[in-house]
């Protein structure tokens, strides 16, 4: 998702939750990216955060609990705190 997309409001929200869905909440895939780039999957994960945070996509709170904890989880292996 572009900065243009997301100041235009031009993605609507069940395209974040499907991306949310897709790549962060299902553990393979997010297994997956996060072991050939785990820049790119905290990176999804905080965009994803933001999105809802400047009022993009009105997630529910237990989605925004698991990003929260995901996001957390791939700062912390990528600063070498946990494998």
Do not use: C, K
């Not at 869905?21 to 933001?50: K, Q, S, W």
Request: net charge negative.
């Amino acid at each position: 998702m572009s900065i243009a997309s997301r100041t235009a409001s031009a993605v609507d929200g069940w395209v974040y939750q499907g991306v949310a869905e897709t790549y962060l909440l299902d553990e393979a895939m997010r297994d997956r990216i996060a072991a050939l780039n785990p820049h790119a999957a905290a990176a999804m994960a905080g965009r994803l955060l933001e999105a809802h945070d400047r009022g993009f996509w009105d997630a529910d709170e237990t989605t925004l609990e698991q990003l929260r904890a995901i996001y957390a989880d791939l700062e912390d292996r990528l600063e070498g705190v946990t494998q």
